[in-house]
């Protein structure tokens, strides 16, 4: 229990010191110097790494094998963006269609309550495109969630595709802006101080902050009483029932928050991007979203947040100077531009895979290999007495 | 406390159990003995809530329980350690036991402490995977794990399966001592030896329907189950 609270604390430090690390960094990299990547790989890491953990909720905590996660992305950056696009914007933006919303959060809340109130329409509209996905999630359970394993991704992902193209319809133009991009709503470069002359930049840290945030509430529920009845389910449904579980019931409630956070996620993608368009979130992205819980091991949080970072670091960026020409104080040779980055980026993958055959983490968190670690190197006097007996 | 009215159920295509009657008085250990498929664990899974019957009624304490979802059942008090152990295999001892109270709101502290006591080996293990225990101790889990939903009456499905007779001997013993402490059990065995040993009444079960009952230490002297259960 004692060596569990010491844990915790030690946790929240490393958090707490990574934010204020953040908000250094942002101050002190210029936008246009090439380090600016690194703020840039770390928003979208950051809001991957959501979705992956909510990803692995359900495929790794709950055993259940759904691959609908871009369709409740998608809905999620939607429901976002229609809710953050100022009323002045929404003429430039519904180029083709009469639009039938005019309600702004950010507006409405921040006329009358000042930038505090900007804020929370900013976080009322993600809170919205997170109950949005779950509402969707909990209407498409009934029938989806009787299915099991391999019949589950099927449906899921087949679900994404309709609601991709759903989104898309010229009926719903008026709402969705039909095929065209959503554009001009709150993004993440409105999150800044200005005190006369200076600006403090905040835009990596409210991500950070927003993803902290979610993926800690995902982990304190994975570590509730739900969260255990999530693994019984994983590991034995028969044994599970007759433990009183509700299968059912248990199945509904985790692809909801599930979904949710992927509407989140989606919601702060579209905070991310300059637009917001149906055709980006294809099934591509979910298999992204795999790629980073595999890699990361399923069934292991800080796994999938370790796959996240690498993932969007070595596609984004580490790799992207073979694009260029030049890739680790290295001028590659034309062979190796255009594309080569791609080959690279899956020879790694499999190299990854190969050694850690259950991902980077298996399913252990952070604390247990950094405990492992501190066995080994600090503490051996107990080794060798061990010897001796041995 | 227990009554199981000319319970019929079909499994699978073929009716597994036609028509059969079982009482199970409170406080006692009942045991249902029978070859391979005479329907013993059909008819436990359908008490449990498990299967639903095709027609039949399950009382308890004269409250029909038939076709019930299995978790309100398991909140009247009635709860099952299921064939094969069945334990969580990538969860801790202590997390498996909690799971056994998971629909249980109070404090798991003095129960937790009841099955360390009755199983002293499972606090030797409580941080450990219970993968990784042997079967003998999983069996214990699989019991403790039951036990901890408080249960008045605990159906086991064949607990001696794959145990070393040594172990078996032990596992009975603990049942009959968690019948002293007031916890009723229908137990299903194929090991009829052991089974009717320890039980107050004794049904033989053959291919879904019943076709002896009496007291379990009569039975063994039966020249009938002698030849086709005892060898």
């Not at chain 1, 991310?272 to 992205?285: C, I, L, R, Y």
């Not at chain 1, 040779?333 to 190299?351: A, K, Q, T």
């Not at chain 2, 399950?58 to 059942?73: G, V």
Request: glycine share 10%; charged share 20%; hydrophobic share 50%.
């Amino acid at each position: 229990m004692e060596n569990k609270k010491t844990q915790n604390i030690t946790t929240v430090v490393g958090i707490v010191f990574l934010l204020l690390l953040v908000i250094v960094l942002e101050q002190i990299i210029s936008p246009t110097s090439t380090m600016a990547m690194l703020l840039t790989v770390t928003k979208k890491s950051a809001i991957y790494a959501v979705v992956a953990v909510s990803m692995n909720l359900l495929n790794g905590f709950t055993g259940l094998f759904s691959l609908g996660q871009a369709g409740f992305m998608l809905m999620g950056a939607y429901t976002y963006a229609i809710f953050t696009i100022p009323r002045a914007e929404r003429d430039a933006v519904y180029y083709y269609y009469d639009q039938a919303m005019e309600l702004s959060f950010p507006e409405v809340f921040g006329n009358a309550l000042g930038s505090v109130g900007f804020l929370l329409g900013v976080l009322l509209a993600i809170i919205l495109g997170g109950l949005v996905a779950a509402a969707v999630a909990y209407v498409i359970g009934f029938p989806v969630l009787r299915l099991k394993s391999d019949y589950l991704a099927i449906a899921t992902l087949g679900f994404a595709e309709i609601i991709r193209a759903l989104f898309q319809w010229t009926k719903l133009g008026p709402i969705t802006n039909g095929a065209n991009p959503l554009k001009n709503y709150v993004r993440l470069n409105s999150f800044k101080i200005e005190m006369g002359d200076t600006t403090i930049g905040l835009s990596t840290f409210t991500t950070l902050l927003f993803a902290t945030i979610c993926i800690g509430i995902m982990v304190m529920l994975i570590n509730s009483s739900y969260g255990r009845a999530f693994k019984a389910i994983r590991e034995d449904e028969v044994a599970a029932e007759a433990m009183g579980i509700n299968l059912y019931k248990h199945k509904q409630i985790a692809f909801c928050i599930s979904c949710f956070f992927a509407g989140v996620g989606g919601a702060m993608l579209a905070m991310f991007a300059n637009t917001v368009q149906a055709n980006n979130f294809k099934s591509n992205m979910t298999f992204e979203i795999l790629l980073i819980v595999v890699l990361g091991g399923i069934g292991s949080v800080s796994g999938s947040c370790i796959g996240a970072v690498l993932f969007v670091f070595a596609a984004e960026w580490w790799l992207r100077g073979l694009d260029s020409g030049k890739w680790l104080f290295i001028n590659a040779p034309g062979v190796l531009r255009n594309g080569f980055r791609l080959v690279v980026f899956s020879v790694g993958i499999m190299i990854v895979i190969l050694f850690f055959r259950r991902g980077i983490m298996g399913d252990k968190e952070l604390p247990y290999y950094a405990k492992r670690i501190r066995d080994r190197f600090i503490i051996n006097k107990p080794k060798a007495g061990e010897k001796e007996n041995g | 406390m227990l009554k199981i009215e000319d319970l019929r159920v079909n499994y699978g295509g073929i009716e597994a159990v036609k028509g059969i009657s079982i009482d199970v008085p409170e406080k006692e250990i009942v045991t249902l003995i029978g070859a391979n498929g005479a329907g013993k664990s059909t008819t436990l899974r359908t008490v449990a809530g498990l299967v639903k019957p095709a027609s039949g009624r399950i009382s308890f304490f004269d409250e029909d329980i038939t076709a019930l979802p299995s978790h309100s059942i398991v909140a009247k008090g009635i709860t099952m350690v299921p064939e094969g152990r069945r334990v969580f295999p990538d969860l801790t001892v202590l997390e498996n036991l909690k799971m056994g109270a998971y629909l249980r709101k109070d404090s798991l502290k003095d129960d937790i402490q009841w099955v360390y006591d009755l199983f002293p080996r499972l606090k030797e293990r409580s941080w450990q995977l219970a993968g990784t225990l042997s079967g003998g101790e999983q069996q214990m889990l699989a019991v403790g794990r039951a036990l901890m939903s408080r249960p008045k009456l605990m159906m086991m499905d064949e607990p001696s399966l794959g145990l070393a007779p040594i172990i078996v001997r032990g596992i009975f013993e603990i049942i009959k001592e968690i019948n002293r402490q007031g916890v009723t059990i229908l137990l299903i065995e194929q090991n009829a030896n052991i089974a009717l040993h320890t039980a107050n009444t004794a049904y033989v079960l053959e291919t879904g329907r019943l076709t002896m009952k009496g007291i379990g230490k009569e039975l063994l002297n039966n020249e009938a189950v002698k030849k086709a259960y005892l060898g």
